[in-house]
Each structure stands twice: as structure tokens, then as C-alpha cells.
């Protein structure tokens, strides 16, 4: 086989390979015109592409050198192509892989106000309800943070406690810490007292390194019915069951005295 034969075949395969990659990898807009182009490589009897391999096949060694390069230069090019959106197709896939694991095992860092049920304390209370442990934890109220002793200067200010003020090392995973607030009678009948505040939290950890932040409100307004409920309980069961005594005696008294 002569090398003009040879880069005559090389040629064609070049343009075959260059239309097949290339309306794989294009975009859909031209989808169409690449099938075009795809069957007419492929219908050897088209006056085209006749026309253009007699071309070939008259032109000097040269010639052909030239287009044999152009072609592998094409192909080059649109194999770049492909290879770059594939690279990129599989970052996006990672980072998306990446940022669902993180979702799963970050540390998460809540703030409520608690009644327990029959009592009528307020506990402000932090908790790690995430899967890792919480660095720095930092927690900012607006309006400032303040109970019904805040116009007493011998007690010290609730927004004034350590770990208010310097905020928090860690956290662990489940750890939580609970401190009394004031109690419910006492901060509802003062109408100075907000009944909403804005708590911002911001911490790390978990697999990414920056700063998780948190910001939403606390509405003890929307809790004033439950703030309320009171828990009966041993207590108040015997005191109540000396004043039916109380009560049965006195009766008894009163029959006595009506009998005679």
C-alpha cells in the first residue's frame, strides 16, 4: 500500500471519527445538523463527499500531510472537550457527595426556653442535637437577653453568664447545658419583658472547616397558655385532703349542736 493510500485512509477515518465525537459531545441545539452530517458520511453516493475524496485522493503528499493534521488537531480539540466536561461532571458529582455526608454527621446546635410540664420554671437550654462535636460556640439574643431581675444591680445579669458572654469550647454530640431563667408568673406579668428574641448561633465542626451559622426566633408569647400549667401532685393531695377533714368535722360539730 502506498503512503499516499495510507494518509488518504488516515484522512477519511479522521473526518469519520471527528463528525461521530463530535455530535456526541455538542450541545442539543445541533443535534441535528450532526445526524445530517453523520449520514452523509456514511452515504458514500452523495455528490458532497464524492466530490471531496476525489479531492483527497488528487492532492499532493503535502496536501494531505496538512489535512491529516488539521483532522488530528480537530479531534484533539473536541476530545479536550469532552474530557473537561467529564472531569467537571465528576467534581459537581463529589462535591455533592461530599456535602450530603456533612449534612449527616454535622454538629447542631439548638437554643429554646423549656418549661417543664407541672412546673412554673423557665430553663434557657443549649443542646448538640447533631452527630459531632460543636467548637466555639457563640449565641447573640436581640433584644438582649434579661429576666424579671434585670432592675436588680445585686444580681447578675442573665446575658452576663459565661457562657453567654465567652460563648462555649464544645459541645458534644447529645450534650446539653440547662440553666434557670426565671419563672413563668414573674416574667409574664411584667410587661416591660420581651416575649420574643432573635438567637443567633454560630459554631464549627463536621467534615467542612467553615463557620455554621443559625439565626431564628424564640416566641414565649406563642407558649403563655402552657407557661400557666401547674402539676399537682403529693403535696397538694394531702393538703387538700386535711381540709375535706377539716371540712367533715365541722359538720359533724354543726349536727351536734342542731340535735340538741
Avoid: C
Avoid at 493534521?69 to 461532571?89: D, N
Avoid at 462535591?95 to 429554646?112: G, L, N, S
Avoid at 426556653?113 to 447573640?140: C, E, Q, Y
Avoid at 414573674?186 to 432573635?198: A, E, M, R, S, V
Amino acid at each position: 500500500m502506498s503512503m499516499r493510500t495510507k494518509l488518504f485512509s488516515l484522512v477519511l477515518l479522521f473526518l469519520i471519527f471527528t463528525v461521530v465525537v463530535f455530535s456526541e459531545t455538542n450541545d442539543n441545539s445541533g443535534e441535528i445538523s450532526n445526524k445530517v452530517l453523520s449520514s452523509q458520511v456514511m452515504n458514500s453516493g452523495s455528490s458532497f463527499w464524492h466530490n471531496a475524496l476525489e479531492s483527497i485522493k488528487n492532492a499532493p503528499l503535502e496536501s494531505l500531510l496538512i489535512m491529516t493534521q488539521m483532522a488530528a488537531f480537530i479531534t484533539l480539540i473536541i476530545y479536550t472537550r469532552a474530557t473537561v466536561k467529564m472531569a467537571k461532571a465528576s467534581e459537581n458529582s463529589l462535591e455533592q457527595m461530599r456535602k450530603i455526608h456533612d449534612e449527616e454527621t454535622a454538629p447542631y446546635v439548638i437554643v429554646y426556653f423549656d418549661k417543664p410540664f407541672g412546673s412554673n420554671l423557665i430553663n434557657l437550654v443549649i443542646k448538640n442535637i447533631g452527630k459531632t462535636v460543636a467548637r466555639n460556640v457563640k449565641i447573640k439574643f436581640e433584644p438582649e437577653l434579661k429576666n424579671s431581675n434585670y432592675s436588680n444591680p445585686r444580681i447578675k445579669k442573665v446575658s452576663e453568664m459565661k457562657f453567654l458572654k465567652d460563648g462555649i469550647p464544645s459541645l458534644a454530640p447529645g450534650e446539653e447545658i440547662s440553666t434557670f431563667f426565671d419563672t413563668a408568673k414573674d416574667y409574664l406579668n411584667d410587661k416591660f419583658l420581651p416575649l420574643q428574641y432573635t438567637v443567633n448561633v454560630s459554631y464549627e465542626g463536621g467534615l467542612l472547616s467553615s463557620k455554621r451559622e443559625l439565626e431564628y426566633i424564640l416566641d414565649l408569647d406563642a407558649k403563655t397558655d402552657t407557661l400557666y400549667t401547674e402539676k399537682k401532685g403529693i403535696h397538694e393531695l394531702v393538703k387538700y385532703t386535711k381540709k375535706l377533714a377539716e371540712s367533715v368535722e365541722e359538720i359533724e360539730k354543726n349536727l351536734k349542736e342542731h340535735q340538741r
